[in-house]
């Protein structure tokens, strides 16, 4: 039930964030707009940062699902309605989303951690052996007899590409990291390379 209600007819809301079946959407709801902050699908939520300032809102996936959007771009402007929940506000209901003012995965800014890598290779074909998103980092591989290389999730994020899995093909150049050979830049296979002379 919610915070400060004992009437048994408010309906109560599942740990994802959805009512149960034939119950009815809860009365204390508050709207609110804001920007999306960061969205997670892997992890299924993110945040909303609200316009009139105060704590983020918690924004499940099912919920985004549910009301017809796949995932929530960072900077992307969005209503929604929220309920409080014991740990802060909560999405119970995406009214809309306006992605027009998305960040573009290229413009995000790079972790303070990531290592700079200068590329020592021209493009080779590389095939994705696995990749962690939440862990933010996998490894590629030019075949068998081959050195592993290291890919983080900014390098991709700096070239456009948002995840990765198994069995993908990249055109990648690499270098020397402190671990062993690291991803300095990453295409899509189908990016065509300019001819070189």
């Known amino acids: 039930m919610y915070v400060g209600s004992k009437d048994p007819s408010i309906s109560r809301i599942d740990a994802d964030g959805a009512t149960s079946p034939g119950e009815e959407r809860p009365i204390d709801l508050v709207e609110v707009a804001g920007h999306i902050k960061w969205f997670d699908v892997s992890k299924g939520y993110g945040f909303i940062v609200p316009d009139g300032g105060g704590t983020d809102v918690l924004l499940h996936v099912t919920v985004l699902r549910r009301d017809g959007f796949q995932t929530a771009p960072e900077g992307a ?6 309920q409080q929940r014991a740990r802060g506000l909560q999405a119970f209901r995406v009214i809309s989303m306006d992605e027009s003012t998305a960040i573009h995965p290229s413009q995000l800014q790079p972790a303070r951690t990531h290592v700079q890598v200068v590329p020592t ?3 080779e074909i590389a095939i994705v052996k696995w990749f962690n998103r ?10 068998e007899g081959t050195e592993d290389i290291f890919v983080h999730m900014e390098t991709l994020r700096k070239y456009g590409i948002m995840d990765l899995k198994p069995g993908d093909s990249l055109l990648v150049r690499f270098g020397p990291g402190g671990k062993g050979l690291m991803a300095a830049e990453v295409r899509p296979l189908e990016t065509a390379l300019p001819a070189s002379h």
Do not use: P, Q
């Open 134 to 143: 939440v862990r933010g980092f996998g490894f590629l591989t030019r075949g």
């Open 77 to 82: 402007r969005v209503v929604c309605e929220a």
């Open 121 to 123: 290779s021209g493009f």
